[in-house]
């Protein structure tokens, strides 16, 4: 069923919400991730609001949508999703990697309730979610299994055998979700080491793959809808996102992947200035 409008602005406000808290938690933690989780906050908004099959009060519910983070960094994002949509007290994010805190600087499943994995190291989430959803398919279950992963873990050899197993055997109920927003720590991944053309070698594993403006809620949705409806492959959702995004100092910035505002580059805000500066930029988008 296509979106009204009035469902369009009111993910796009969860976005900017989410948005919001990402820079206030970093900024009170004086650590981790910027960039990605920006530029991850309309689809998170989507799942968090839309897509996944869940309940905030219930996180344990049996039948609900398994959703893994392959690159555990960009977690913050998925904190402020799920206190917007009700796991916990939005004031809770300012607890972001401190000491006894239920939100490290990676997911800790044990630690909170609603997270289905520990993560950590890049390249294994794939297969996590691929083995989960060959489980769930074993016991009869319909919950679907989704995964976000980054771009820059694909230069992994884990992440391809994960892709060869779930072409196998053809887990129609696992969708990846990859961030392609071309960055990593040590600079734009096509320097790094090139990932294109990232799509088809997806396809020559055998996967489904349609890729969307990762910033258009719409469209994700509709490669959401899309995906339960492919039969004998597993799909990867490939959204081109803007790192930074809303923010447009900082904007397509590698240098930001792995800054908190107050600590980034200060060729263009003062570091004392960031977290308003970036606050105030985001009020602009409402």
């Known amino acids: 069923m296509e979106l009204t409008d009035a469902e369009v ?3 796009e406000s969860h976005a900017n919400d989410i948005r919001k808290t990402i820079i206030e938690m970093l900024a009170a933690a004086k650590s981790g991730h910027t960039s990605g989780p920006l530029g991850m906050a309309d689809i998170f908004a989507a799942l968090y609001f839309h897509v996944l099959k869940h309940d905030p009060k219930n996180p344990d519910w049996p039948e609900r949508d398994r959703l893994m983070l392959s690159n555990g960094h960009i977690t913050p994002v998925r904190y402020a999703a799920m206190a917007h949509a009700g796991y916990f007290p939005v004031e809770e994010c300012l607890t972001l990697r401190k000491f006894g805190s239920r939100l490290q600087g990676h997911p800790e499943r044990e630690r909170l309730p609603g997270l289905e994995t520990t993560s950590g190291p890049l390249g294994s989430g794939l297969s996590q979610a691929a083995g989960y959803a060959y489980a769930a398919r074993m016991d009869g279950k319909t919950f679907r299994v989704f995964c976000a992963m980054s771009d820059g873990e694909q230069e992994e050899g884990n992440t ?16 990846g979700i990859m961030d392609r927003n071309n960055i990593q720590i040590d600079g734009n991944t096509e320097d790094v080491m090139p990932l294109e053309p990232m799509g088809d070698k997806y396809r020559a594993f055998n ?6 403006d990762g910033h258009n809620i719409p469209q994700f949705i509709a490669a959401c809808d899309e995906s339960k409806s492919i039969r004998e492959k597993p799909t990867l959702i490939l959204a081109h996102t803007t790192p930074g995004k809303g923010i447009p100092q900082i904007e397509n910035d590698y240098r930001w992947h792995g800054a908190p505002p107050g600590k980034g580059p200060t060729d263009k805000i003062p570091a004392d200035k960031q977290r308003d500066v970036f606050l105030e930029e985001l009020k602009k988008a409402v």
């Not at 779930?166 to 887990?171: E, G, M, N, S, V």
């Not at 996967?207 to 969307?212: D, G, L, T």
């Open 9 to 11: 602005r009111a993910l």
């Open 160 to 175: 391809w055998e994960a892709a060869m197993f779930a072409a196998k055997y053809r887990l129609t109920n696992l969708t």
């Open 207 to 212: 996967w489904h793959v349609i890729e969307i």
